[in-house]
């Protein structure tokens, strides 16, 4: 086979990969054909790496061999990491992908130089300032979603006009560097400078805000790539990197609307600090309490059930205990369905992935809008560790820094009962009226626990009828 031939054969290999990859993009969309997806998105990967390891210009593979050592190593163990821990798994992929990236890129420019065109400078200049503030603001929204990191906002007097200001200076780097490529002394103050603004970019936003922030990192990490692929003249690199980086800007787009929020208020709102409540108000309020017997009977009794989970299910690792609950009471004829609402959790779909794990029944899983109007004709809505998406506050309190935010109607069901370890305020900080209504029973305890105990229960008394 001559070098013609095979740049064909490599051409054609390309060519099916990204097709693979758009294909994998639509597929992952719904539940039903997610792990089409998934292996779509895996073959296009390795028929890619394949065909670019087969690159006439290659002559040497051992640095190649050794690194893809290196990277199985530390990529084998992430991939076998609990399901509760897979939002910071995913942030350090965003924060590998955004680092190599920026490596390359760096290589590249000191490999070039001093013949460096203008215009590579200015794709390597974005393309190292994107991988890099990606790198550590993956790093940092990482250390967050794992607790090694305070929850709550970050913040202080000016944070916005200094993290900005940072931004600005990495951008005047660039430029002078793009109008001289030959000053090497000022590439590596932009590569530190662009750092730092990662650090400064996530620091102040709060754990309510995580999952959109790992989706607009997963964006850039993407965006990143792309550049990457002009500044390597990698097309198959250019398509990914932009689906990739196009795809989780529309999914960041459409999770701030389901908050009714904008780019701005999630990057620089600082959202998440605990929000102060009246104590006379507090003492005036009852809350009520229920046993594990005393919520088996109610949904005993009930047609339709709701279940409404959130990140305290994933944290109880309940999911598994949730199917025992919905295949028992699905045997006595009750109606089970889960409201999902799309920034449950700590990622994008989180909680259809922990449902999925469980087997949940795909057309179980329903969608906010859809379901939202059926909860006046559901006799038990069922929360398992859900706080801020459940806040009848967006609707009703205009003080509310959360008001406006589409909510999971869950207050207007016969009977809400909410399993949570306590009173605390979820991820937004704020506090929710829902558990001091007349209908709402509140179910103390870890969620794997109570809703265990509660399936025990209906069991007990199925074999007593």
Same mark, same amino acid.
């Given at each position: ?290 046993? *594990? ?107 509310? *820094? ?64």
């Amino acid at each position: 086979m001559n070098l013609v031939e095979l740049q064909q054969y490599l051409d054609f290999a390309f060519i099916i990969a990204v097709v693979l990859f758009i294909l994998a993009i639509k597929w992952l969309s719904s539940p039903a054909t997610a792990r089409r997806g998934v292996l779509a998105g895996e073959i296009a990967a390795a028929l890619a790496v394949a065909a670019t390891l087969c690159n006439p210009e290659l002559v040497q593979f051992k640095w190649i061999i050794i690194t893809l050592i290196i990277g199985a190593a530390i990529g084998i163990p992430l991939g076998m990491v609990k399901m509760t821990a897979v939002p910071q798994r995913t942030a350090l992929s965003h924060a590998f992908g955004a680092l190599s990236a920026a490596i390359i890129g760096i290589a590249e420019y000191y490999v070039g130089v001093p013949r460096v065109t203008r215009f590579e400078m200015g794709e390597i200049a974005l393309e190292v300032i994107i991988g890099s503030l990606t790198f550590t603001g993956s790093l940092i929204a990482a250390g967050k979603l794992q607790e090694i990191l305070p929850q709550r906002p970050i913040t202080y007097r000016g944070q916005n006009i200094v993290s900005l200001s940072v931004l600005s200076a990495a951008l005047v780097l660039a430029v002078i560097l793009v109008v001289n490529p030959n000053q090497a002394y000022l590439f590596p103050a932009m590569v530190v400078v662009a750092l730092f603004f990662g650090i400064l970019l996530v620091t102040p936003i709060g754990g309510a805000d995580m999952p959109t922030v790992i989706s607009l990192l997963n964006s850039y990490a993407g965006f990143s790539a792309a550049l990457l692929g002009f500044v390597l003249n990698s097309k198959v690199l250019v398509v990914a990197g932009a689906l990739d980086g196009s795809s989780g800007f529309v999914l960041s787009v459409i999770m701030c609307k389901a908050m009714n929020r904008s780019f701005a208020n999630v990057m620089f709102g600082a959202f998440g600090q605990v929000q102060a409540s009246s104590s006379a108000v507090q003492e005036d309020r009852v809350v009520r309490s229920a046993t *594990p017997e005393e919520a088996a009977s109610i949904l005993e009794a009930a047609s339709r059930v709701v279940v409404v989970p959130g990140y305290g299910m994933a944290v109880a690792q309940a999911q598994h205990k949730v199917r025992e609950l919905y295949d028992t009471l699905t045997k006595r004829g009750v109606d089970v369905r889960f409201a999902i609402h799309p920034v449950a959790g700590r990622m994008p779909g989180h909680m259809n992935v922990l449902l999925a794990e469980a087997d949940i029944p795909y057309d179980r899983l329903i969608e906010m809008d859809e379901i939202n109007g059926d909860f006046p004709q559901t006799d038990v809505a069922l929360i398992i560790g859900a706080n801020d998406v459940t806040n009848p506050a967006a609707r009703t309190d205009k003080s509310s *820094p959360i008001y406006g935010m589409p909510i999971l109607d869950v207050d207007k069901a016969h009977t809400v009962m909410v399993i949570k370890r306590s009173m605390n305020p979820g991820f937004a900080g704020i506090d929710n009226p829902l558990y001091y209504m007349d209908q709402t029973l509140m179910l103390f305890g870890d969620a794997k626990g109570f809703v265990s105990n509660i399936v025990r229960e209906l069991t007990a008394a199925g074999v007593h009828a």
